[in-house]
């Protein structure tokens, strides 16, 4: 099970870095994917890496603005957020991709899901 970190308070402008990890889990080749669920709104997808080819995805919302990155030790996933405004306040998930061909915004192709991290933009 994975474990996102680093949510808080912001203001709209601000910058934060959420971690993803799990003790001991290398990541290795797998497929990653960030999403998100604001109160009352469905889970929805921020940004993902293939494992195949680590090329990687962001949905319209944040495009320009989050940056999904993995350390050199391959056991940590970021995803640095910039320029953070109100309608970004949600839970922060991260998960495992079933395939590590290509990468998707469907939850249901992501599997070993933490609790997630709170991340509030409000001045």
């Known amino acids: 099970q994975l474990q996102a970190s680093g949510g808080g308070l912001v203001q709209p402008g601000g910058s934060l870095r959420l971690s993803c990890a799990a003790a001991g889990y290398p990541f290795g080749r797998d497929t990653i994917g960030w999403f998100r669920q604001a109160p009352g709104k469905e889970r929805e997808g921020t940004a993902c890496?293939?494992?195949?080819?680590?090329?990687?995805r962001y949905t319209d919302p944040v495009k320009g603005r989050f940056t999904l990155s993995k350390n050199n030790a391959q056991e940590t996933v970021f995803l640095q957020m910039n320029s953070l405004q109100p309608d970004d306040t949600a839970v922060y998930y991260c998960a495992i991709g079933k395939t590590r061909y290509g990468c998707t915004f469907v939850p249901g192709d992501y599997e070993s899901w933490g609790p997630g991290t709170l991340v509030t933009v409000s001045s």
């Open positions: 890496m293939s494992g195949i080819d680590r090329s990687r």
